[in-house]
Nanobody
Framework: QVHLVESGGGLVQAGGSLRLSCAASQTFYAIIAMGWYRQAPGKERELVAT???????NYGESVKGRFTVARDSALTTVSLQMNSLRPEDTGVYYC??????????????WGQGTQDTVSS
């Protein structure tokens, strides 16, 4: 069973920074993409940032220029550096890995989520 273990985050004042990390409990046949999503109270889960196997990066519009996503060369860890945080960045942040587990079977895995709160 795949586990994604998240660390980092917490409470910070507006304008501050937080860093999230996510480590997978196993390697995969082939990574499709790794990244982060978030969900604010009363809202749907939304994209924060993803990085694909080739290194291509996709950011949510509201975090461009402030957040940086990165993965390690072994494709087992993904991090999110969050700068210039705003109160609207508050939410539960989820790590996500989409990967092939065999040559033909792929799946999407989620971390347990970490609460990040930005105070004004």
């Amino acid at each position: 069973q795949v586990h994604l273990v998240e660390s980092g985050g917490g409470l910070v004042q507006a304008g501050g920074s937080l860093r999230l990390s996510c480590a997978a409990s196993q390697t995969f046949y082939a990574i499709i993409a790794m990244g982060w999503y978030r969900q604010a109270p009363g809202k749907e889960r939304e994209l924060v940032a993803t990085v694909n196997r080739g290194g291509g990066i996709n950011y949510g519009e509201s975090v461009k220029g402030r957040f940086t996503v990165a993965r390690d060369s072994a494709l087992t860890t993904v991090s999110l550096q969050m700068n210039s945080l705003r109160p609207e960045d508050t939410g539960v942040y989820y790590c996500n890995v989409r990967a092939y587990t065999t040559m033909t079977a792929h799946d999407s895995y989620w971390g347990q989520g970490t609460q990040d709160t930005v105070s004004s």
